[in-house]
């Protein structure tokens, strides 16, 4: 359920970029693209990952507990919204000085000042509903917040209106976005009684840090090869985020499966039941591996074709870094933050977040000079590896288990293997054939998926109850149920 909302919200997200490298030349992409990235990143920095840790906070308590926690967060959030707002006019007040003297127009950031407001609050709702058992709605809510986003984007640039409408139009879409939280909030609790229980704001706040800085550290690292390209020029950027544009199933199914089983971990940590929940966690995401990894590998081989099809051969650049990416994502298999949240652990977090952006620096910084565009791509992949046993490393700790009972690595390498054969007859197919862009893209996507699955289904690593679910999913049969099993 959660999975399929967050597909079709990312399709928002996804499918805005392609609607907008045709309305716009490249510098102007770089600029709005660059200006989103700035405004998301403040907003990532005030949320203080105080969403996630409703997983912690909410299960086992009363009904009238959980909405008095509930509304103290939304009220908090609320309240850092504002301060998201100071710093971004700081921003644009020390560009319109020429203070920040660069290529963006930051003053820009002026005109998008009403998003967070309503933006950081309904950020809450997705975690809340889940926990509230109310899946359907964690699913529209995630559709809602990202269509708002997108089509606040794509409207006013439709009508050949400035990058200005188009920030004030967002600034119109948060305050939309704080009207929902609000309405939410009280349809989910109409006749429940507020019963006071820790914790309080200040509660809340210190058992977040950690997360919060984990968060930011997070975010940071996600998009520091970003942040370095943007040194390069606005049109070395629009192509890089090209690059970087992801199919939304690809993320999205290890971001649901995390929030779905986020309160069952809780709960078992509770119950001092760490070996169980760690062998949860582990189990789904060796199924989650089933997937994502094949689907991964049809944007290893076909780069040049998925960046030309869907961005114009004048994006071509990008090619490189999308088979990066999705080399990287083949191995993005489970959320690692959900277990350490759910252990209440969030000092964990922090620390695995670190060794991930060290590295990240410490490979990128140095691939920039020396191989310059695909660099930060490059750096990110190899960083990656680390980042992982980190994590692990952190979650074996803190459910008292061995390192190498945490990771599937075993499971992960068993798909991959299974891939291989038909990874490698796509390549040779797209070497030794000259056909239009989309037949091509097409039928190398078929060869890889296709090949897998008759040769997972041949060595029994696809199951035949694997096969149903998978057609339950693809038919949306699961939609008939109101919560997840």
Request: glycine share 8%; with cysteine; aromatic share 8%.
């Amino acid at each position: 359920m959660l999975a399929v909302g967050h597909v079709l919200a990312n399709l928002a997200e996804v499918v805005a970029p392609l609607i907008i490298v045709r309305l716009l030349g490249r510098a102007d992409v770089g600029i709005l693209s660059s200006l989103l990235l700035i405004n998301t990143t403040i907003a990532m920095v005030f949320t203080l990952g105080l969403p996630g840790t409703l997983a912690f906070h909410l299960p086992g308590r009363a009904a009238g507990e959980r909405r008095a926690i509930a509304g103290r967060m939304v009220r908090l959030l609320a309240l850092l919204g504002v301060a998201a707002v100071l710093v971004q006019l700081t921003i644009a007040g020390l560009s319109l000085a020429n203070v920040l003297q660069t290529e963006i127009k930051l003053h820009y950031l002026v005109a998008l000042a009403g998003l967070p407001l309503g933006d950081l609050p309904m950020r809450v709702l997705p975690n809340l509903l889940v926990i509230e058992n109310r899946d359907r709605a964690a699913a529209v809510m995630s559709i809602v917040r990202s269509l708002g986003m997108s089509l606040g984007t794509l409207v006013p640039l439709a009508l050949e209106a400035s990058v200005w409408t188009v920030m004030l139009t967002l600034s119109g879409v948060g305050v939309v976005f704080g009207l929902v939280t609000i309405l939410t909030f009280v349809v989910i609790y109409r006749g429940v009684r507020r019963v006071p229980g820790e914790p309080g704001m200040r509660g809340m706040i210190r058992f977040s840090l950690p997360i919060a800085a984990t968060d930011l550290i997070s975010n940071i690292n996600s998009r520091f090869d970003r942040f370095l390209i943007i040194t390069l020029g606005a049109i070395a950027y629009a192509e890089y985020a090209a690059g970087s544009w992801q199919v939304p199933i690809i993320p999205s199914l290890a971001y649901a499966v995390g929030v779905a089983y986020a309160p069952r971990f809780s709960v078992l940590f509770r119950g001092g039941r760490m070996v169980e929940a760690v062998e949860m966690w582990r189990a789904q995401a060796a199924k989650t591996a089933l997937l994502v990894v094949p689907l991964a590998l049809v944007f290893v081989v076909a780069a040049e074709e998925t960046i030309t099809l869907f961005f114009t051969s004048e994006y071509i650049r990008g090619a490189s870094v999308l088979r990066l990416y999705s080399l990287m994502a083949m191995g993005r298999i489970t959320a690692f933050g959900t277990i350490l949240i759910a252990a209440g652990k969030p000092q964990y977090l922090f620390r695995s977040a670190m060794i991930a952006f060290v590295s990240n620096v410490l490979v990128s910084v140095p691939l920039v000079y020396l191989i310059g565009f695909n660099g930060p791509a490059l750096g990110a992949l190899l960083a990656f590896v680390p980042t992982v046993c980190g994590y692990t490393w952190y979650i074996a700790k803190a459910a008292g288990v061995d390192f190498r009972d945490v990771y599937p690595l075993r499971a992960w390498l068993r798909v991959v293997c299974t891939a291989a054969p038909a990874v490698a007859v796509a390549l040779a197919f797209k070497f030794m054939t000259q056909m239009p862009t989309g037949a091509s893209l097409g039928i190398q996507a078929a060869i890889v998926l296709v090949g897998y699955s008759l040769v997972g289904s041949a060595t029994g690593l696809i199951r035949r109850d694997e096969w149903v679910f998978l057609r339950e999913y693809v038919l949306l049969r699961f939609l008939r149920r109101s919560t997840v099993n």
